[in-house]
């Protein structure tokens, strides 16, 4: 992270206005909406393997319901959304990792005291473990948190009527072809032009997400570029390599499914190889702001004992670090009675000592891989936003860092392995590893960036974290019935729960799918380790850049973990980020050379991040929408409405528009408005 002075942050409702904000309406509209949130987005997961970030719908409906009630205000607002969008991002996580259960065959359900247990526990262990990020992440660094500044401007628009406009109308062009593309589907999401060449494939994708182009343009071209640098990286030397050499996939239907599946099998896991060495050098680089976070914590503990809390400013204040501290440690003894419960009655032939020991094992990894996975998440969704964030990669880091650990560990018993058991049983207790640490890591980085359109608007922080664990705690207990429910009515994967279903209804649930596959193959020892070891390899050549760059003094920074996600996500993610950095960056050269004067500019320059957030805005309102219309209807067609005319032009079609939208959005951030 960055060790240049950070510029100070002037709240909207300044530290010394207090205006109510955890009143009882919220608190109800909060637990309301983090039930809609969670339905949709795990629907939505398992389907296509995406999320959506559910701050910005969260806000808007708030800011709309509140009114209702005539008194309201930003900072009602704001911790409304945070708590809704804990439901969104738990969620994900469970849908990124438990469908694993049942397709590996060791759940043909899901059991709802297992699954509260786990999200309640990996959700609280998230907030805890976040609430010291906070100052490190958020108030030490320059991390740009796209969502979070978003956020913050939609809930400012909302009393200012300017800034409105220019939100509704980004937000109603994103909103508009977002249905089109996910709705009537007459407009592609995406474009891909891949061929053979030789014995191998190359070519090129490029998605048509707003979202994306809007986030970009908050992140800044070099944040933007890192990611694609990791991109050239998978998508036009390793994939066309490993075909060179290793042959294309038997069953690839054409180039583009092909270079799919190379990625997805292969090339996305050195992403993850990266992730893990960018997780251990962050290690280094968070002691020292770590440090400073806890000492200033534990300082403000001190001065509200001896001056009172008036002493205090309130835009600082979060849950104490004494509390924090204490309620890790409570969740100690649950995590171990969790596991400990889910081995024994894996009936595993261990010992009774074996167990006990075990048990304290994974408690150790819980806590160690949640602390690790906190910090990563934070500084990822700094880069890139909740729903652009890889949660889905580092739930699968911590699979492979517990396998591992596990493989190793129940080979010190005798013969344990030879029995036909033990592979699907510690298969099994991984994955529910991995999903508890998944709602840890995913709460955690969904905190911040919650705590940071906090830090915009003026809200008090131990105020959001506390609506945070409200919001973990209502998902927590509807989530089990909605997984069950969605996999009742469609399947998951090939795993059909009764005869007579139509397999190509199943819900895919493509991140689950990879979970099983990683497990299972490392306690069957067919683990492909060479791309993980290649992963951290180029961790090590991307540091060195990084220091070289530094050194130089160079303005230009290579992030590892920027790098990683560019490997680990597809090309639909890479290219509208990209597109949206270098939009920022011409749109600021133009802006620079104008004759305009200083405010002119500045106003100019708040209209483009006005633009990217009502781009961001839009998308997330329809993403979460259509959901539910989706979930009732059991099918992602409800609204498709493609003329046969256009059937083969709908990616032509969508790339049309799409660059029709950037050049309007380039005029709006580039171009003074002389007043008449």
């Known amino acids: 992270m960055s060790r240049k002075a950070i510029k100070a942050i002037t709240p909207y409702i300044p530290a010394s206005t207090r205006l109510p904000e955890i009143t009882v309406k919220a608190v109800i509209l909060s637990a309301l909406l983090a039930i809609v949130m969670a339905g949709s987005n795990a629907y939505l997961v398992l389907k296509v393997g995406i999320s959506v970030s559910a701050c910005i719908p969260a806000a808007v409906i708030s800011m709309a319901v509140l009114k209702l009630f005539g008194k309201s205000n930003i900072l009602e607002n704001n911790v409304v959304q945070t708590a809704a969008s804990a439901g969104e991002?738990?969620?994900?996580?469970?849908?990124?990792?438990?469908?694993?259960?049942?397709?590996?065959?060791?759940?043909?359900?899901?059991?709802?005291?297992?699954?509260?247990?786990?999200?309640?526990?990996?959700?609280?262990?998230?907030?805890?473990?976040?609430?010291?990020?906070?100052?490190?992440?958020?108030?030490?660094?320059?991390?740009?948190?796209?969502?979070?500044?978003?956020?913050?401007?939609?809930?400012?628009?909302?009393?200012?009527?300017?800034?409105?406009?220019?939100i509704v109308f980004a937000g109603c062009a994103a909103a508009t072809i977002k249905f089109c593309q996910s709705g009537f589907q007459f407009l592609a999401d995406s474009i891909n032009i891949w061929g053979r060449a030789g014995s191998t494939v190359v070519g090129v994708s490029a998605g048509f997400s707003l979202a994306l182009v809007g986030a970009g343009y908050i992140v800044g071209l070099q944040i933007a570029f890192a990611i694609f640098a990791g991109a050239i990286l998978a998508w036009f030397i390793g994939v066309p390599l490993f075909g060179l050499f290793y042959g294309l996939p038997l069953d690839a239907g054409n180039a583009y499914t092909a270079a799919v599946e190379i990625w997805n099998s292969k090339i996305r896991i050195v992403g993850v190889g990266m992730m893990i060495f960018g997780a251990l050098w962050m290690i280094v680089e968070l002691i020292d702001p770590l440090r400073r976070a806890i000492k200033a914590s534990l300082e403000a503990v001190q001065k509200i004992k001896t001056e009172g809390k008036s002493n205090v400013?309130?835009?600082?204040?979060?849950?104490?670090?004494?509390?924090?501290?204490?309620?890790?440690?409570?969740?100690?003894?649950?995590?171990?009675?969790?596991?400990?419960?889910?081995?024994?009655?894996?009936?595993?032939?261990?010992?009774?000592?074996?167990?006990?020991?075990?048990?304290?094992?994974?408690?150790?990894?819980?806590?160690?891989?949640?602390?690790?996975?906190?910090?990563?998440?934070?500084?990822?969704?700094?880069?890139?936003?909740?729903?652009?964030?890889?949660?889905?990669?580092?739930?699968?880091?911590?699979?492979?860092?517990?396998?591992?650990?596990?493989?190793?560990f129940f080979s010190l018993q005798p013969h344990f392995w030879e029995d036909a058991n033990a592979t699907l049983s510690v298969a099994g207790i991984t994955i529910l590893l991995g999903a508890l640490i998944g709602c840890a890591v995913g709460v955690a980085g969904d905190n911040m960036q919650d705590l940071k359109s906090g830090q915009l608007v003026g809200s008090t922080p131990w105020k959001q974290q506390v609506m945070l664990i409200l919001g973990v705690l209502v998902s927590s207990v509807v989530l089990a019935p909605i997984f069950q429910l969605l996999f009742e009515a469609y399947g998951?994967?090939?795993?059909?729960?009764?005869?007579?279903?139509?397999?190509?209804?199943?819900?895919?649930?493509?991140?689950?799918?990879?979970?099983a596959a990683v497990a299972q193959a490392i306690f069957n020892q067919s683990m492909d380790w060479s791309m993980i070891i290649a992963g951290i390899s180029l961790g090590i050549v991307v540091l060195l850049i990084d220091r070289a760059l530094k050194k130089a003094e160079s303005k230009w920074r290579f992030s590892i973990f920027a790098v990683a996600v560019g490997i680990y996500m597809p090309l639909d993610v890479t290219v509208p980020l990209l597109v949206g950095g270098i939009l920022a960056t011409l749109s600021q050269k133009i802006l620079q050379k104008?004759?305009?004067?200083?405010?002119?500019?500045?106003?100019?320059?708040?209209?483009?991040?006005?633009?990217?957030?009502?781009?961001?805005?839009?998308?997330?309102?329809?993403g979460i929408l259509i959901a539910i219309p989706f979930v009732a209807y059991q099918s992602t067609s409800v609204f498709k409405a493609v003329p046969a005319a256009l059937a083969e032009s709908t990616d032509v079609l969508g790339l049309i528009v799409f660059l029709t939208i950037l050049y309007w959005f380039h005029k709006v951030s580039s171009k003074v408005k002389k007043e008449s």
């Not at 738990?90 to 590996?104: D, E, Q």
């Not at 934070?378 to 699968?396: D, K, Q, R, V």
């Not at 500045?602 to 991040?609: P, Q």
């Open 89 to 166: 991002v738990i969620a994900a996580s469970l849908a990124f990792s438990l469908p694993a259960m049942v397709m590996i065959g060791y759940w043909d359900g899901f059991p709802y005291p297992i699954m509260i247990s786990l999200t309640v526990v990996g959700g609280l262990l998230g907030v805890f473990l976040s609430v010291p990020l906070r100052r490190a992440m958020i108030i030490e660094s320059d991390l740009k948190f796209p969502e979070g500044v978003a956020t913050a401007e939609v809930l400012k628009a909302g009393g200012d009527t300017t800034a409105a406009k220019e």
């Open 313 to 408: 400013v309130r835009t600082e204040f979060d849950i104490p670090i004494t509390y924090v501290a204490f309620g890790v440690a409570l969740l100690i003894l649950p995590i171990y009675m969790i596991f400990n419960h889910i081995i024994v009655a894996s009936g595993l032939s261990l010992s009774f000592t074996f167990v006990i020991m075990t048990s304290l094992l994974i408690t150790i990894l819980v806590f160690f891989l949640s602390a690790l996975g906190s910090a990563m998440s934070s500084y990822m969704c700094g880069i890139l936003g909740t729903s652009s964030s890889p949660i889905s990669g580092m739930i699968l880091m911590v699979i492979l860092i517990a396998s591992s650990a596990l493989l190793v």
């Open 492 to 515: 998951f994967g090939e795993v059909l729960p009764r005869e007579g279903m139509d397999p190509a209804q199943a819900l895919s649930a493509p991140k689950a799918a990879l979970m």
């Open 594 to 622: 104008s004759k305009a004067n200083a405010s002119e500019k500045e106003t100019v320059k708040r209209r483009g991040l006005l633009f990217a957030s009502g781009l961001i805005a839009g998308e997330a309102i329809v």
